[in-house]
């Protein structure tokens, strides 16, 4: 294992271990995102759905899924099939080190679930606030349905929804830390291995540097991006 | 024969018989006004002529061409409406226009849009042109030629609703309408909006206006309509509305305002 023959040494080592975990913190936020953010759209497309069956399904999910710990849902989707199945889950997968690559997935899947329903509640709140007025003035000019949603509508959805979307995106930064509970090595893990194996704690605190930066950099990016809307709007 | 032709306009909202049989006719160049309590009806009689309610029954004729028949379900496709619609322009009380766009933009995108959807090869470049000039010249009419590029937050209330007029004109509609233009303004910006509406009187728009402005009603319109509980309760010139109405709803109606 690591030597640690001194203060500085260990601080480069622990740096790169972090860093490690952290490629996989990336990892699993980038990717929940570009799944999450499509599949919440459909999620709020179909809970505004006029087939009443739809849509009371699609709340009801959300409603649930919003209602519950997300590391109830990691657990769950990680462990139960497992359990269900009777065999582990490791019995069919590739490993990454000594994890099973399964696990990553199963928390990506949960990850996916859980913010897409965050995210649709977010982007159906931003539809609705759109004024009624807004379609009734695209109507009588002669715009169609598609015109109007693109040319129109969409750009204030996006800027309706960037400040709720920011906070979201930010709270995932830090939430990318439960995947260390079904073993899935993020830097949080890698942290806690250090510990456990090293006996060193200061690298648990270390972490924190690495979740500040990125969320100054997530908030910085959305500040941006409300500045270069927020000029429409008093 | 009358511009506009509405015969038997009848709408419910479920249960709630919101137009009971309307019938109207207005000449090219004439001035109506619609007034009446609120919840008569006014609102969604001019919804219904441009199409942002289907009317249950009825008849709307342009120039003795009918655009509208509540029996054919014909008139109800998107297609026959996108058409019919284009012959009203609509003026919202809330102005309603496109916080993103610049003014000029607000009033050239639906043209553009429009435009572009008939002719696929149109040179873009010199249409633009050509709808940016013809935007220039509307904002001067109503005199905001200086702030075509400013956004609509930057305006106040009665320069929002002076652009979404010249919006409207924009698609040269053949009957321009107005629900309530003037009430979410206070009295100042009133004035400056039934001014441009006045103005284009002047120079013979047709027009629809639902308002609450007795005086403007009185002064600028050929011919009102009184409405009451879904239906036209008493029309003719404003002389004989103002000064000699006849039905009691009307009388206490006048009395109320004064
Ligand atoms: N979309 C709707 N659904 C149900 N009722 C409506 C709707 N729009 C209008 N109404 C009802 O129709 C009546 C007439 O409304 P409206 O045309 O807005 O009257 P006005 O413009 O004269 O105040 C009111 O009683 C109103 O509540
Ligand atoms: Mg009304």
């Not at chain 2, 639906?110 to 249409?127: G, I, P, Q, V």
Request: glycine share 6%.
């Amino acid at each position: 294992m690591l030597p640690f023959p001194n203060k500085m040494q260990d601080f480069i080592n622990v740096t790169i271990k972090l860093a490690e975990g952290f490629g996989t913190t990336l990892a699993l936020f980038f990717l929940t995102l570009v799944f999450a953010l499509p599949l919440a759209l459909l999620f709020a497309v179909l809970s505004r759905s006029r087939f009443k069956p739809v849509s009371l399904i699609m709340r009801a999910f959300i409603y649930i899924i919003r209602g519950t710990p997300l590391l109830l849902q990691l657990m769950i989707i990680v462990y139960l099939p497992g359990i269900v199945f009777g065999a582990p889950i490791t019995k069919w997968t590739v490993f990454h080190g000594n994890v099973p690559l399964s696990y990553f997935c199963g928390a990506l899947f949960a990850f996916v679930i859980n913010y897409a329903c965050y995210f649709a509640e977010i982007f159906r709140g931003g539809i609705e606030n759109i004024p009624k007025g807004q379609y009734e003035a695209c109507a009588v000019l002669g715009m169609t349905k598609s015109e109007t949603f693109f040319r129109v509508i969409l750009l204030q959805v996006i800027r309706n929804i960037l400040a709720p979307m920011g906070n979201e995106i930010v709270t995932l930064v830090k939430d990318t830390a439960l995947a260390r509970t079904v073993a899935v090595t993020e830097m949080f893990f890698a942290a806690s291995e250090l510990l456990r194996v090293n006996f060193i704690i200061w690298p648990l605190f270390y972490t924190g540097v690495f979740y500040l930066l990125f969320s100054a950099l997530v908030t910085a990016f959305f500040n941006v991006c409300e500045k270069k809307l927020g000029r429409y709007y008093k | 024969m009358a511009l506009l032709s509405a015969k038997g306009i009848k709408k419910d909202f479920g249960d709630t018989k919101v137009l009971k049989g309307i019938d109207l006719s207005l000449d090219k160049g004439e001035v109506l006004s619609i007034i009446g309590s609120s919840g008569s009806g006014k609102t969604t009689l001019l919804r219904c002529l441009n199409f942002l309610e289907t009317a249950d029954e009825g008849i709307i004729s342009i120039n003795d061409d009918v655009i509208f028949d509540g029996s054919d379900p014909v008139f109800r496709t998107e297609k026959s409406i996108l058409k019919g619609r284009l012959h009203f322009g609509m003026v919202f009380q809330q102005y309603n226009l496109f916080p993103q766009y610049s003014v000029k933009r607000n009033l050239t995108l639906a043209a553009e849009l429009n435009h572009l959807r008939n002719n696929k090869n149109a040179d873009k470049k010199k249409l633009r042109e050509e709808l940016d000039d013809k935007a220039s010249s509307l904002l001067s009419r109503i005199g905001l030629a200086d702030k075509q590029d400013n956004f609509p937050c930057e305006l106040s209330g009665g320069q929002q609703q002076r652009v979404a007029i010249a919006r409207a004109l924009m698609l040269t509609p053949d009957i321009l309408c107005f629900d309530e233009p003037t009430s979410a303004l206070d009295p100042e910006l009133t004035k400056e909006v039934l001014k441009v509406i006045k103005d284009l009187k002047d120079e013979d728009t047709t027009m629809i206006v639902v308002t609450h402005e007795m005086n403007f009603a009185r002064n600028v319109s050929d011919n009102v309509i009184f409405m009451y509980n879904g239906k036209i309760e008493e029309q003719g010139s404003p002389e004989a509305i103002f000064d000699d109405p006849k039905s009691p709803v009307l009388k206490s109606f006048i009395a109320d305002d004064k």
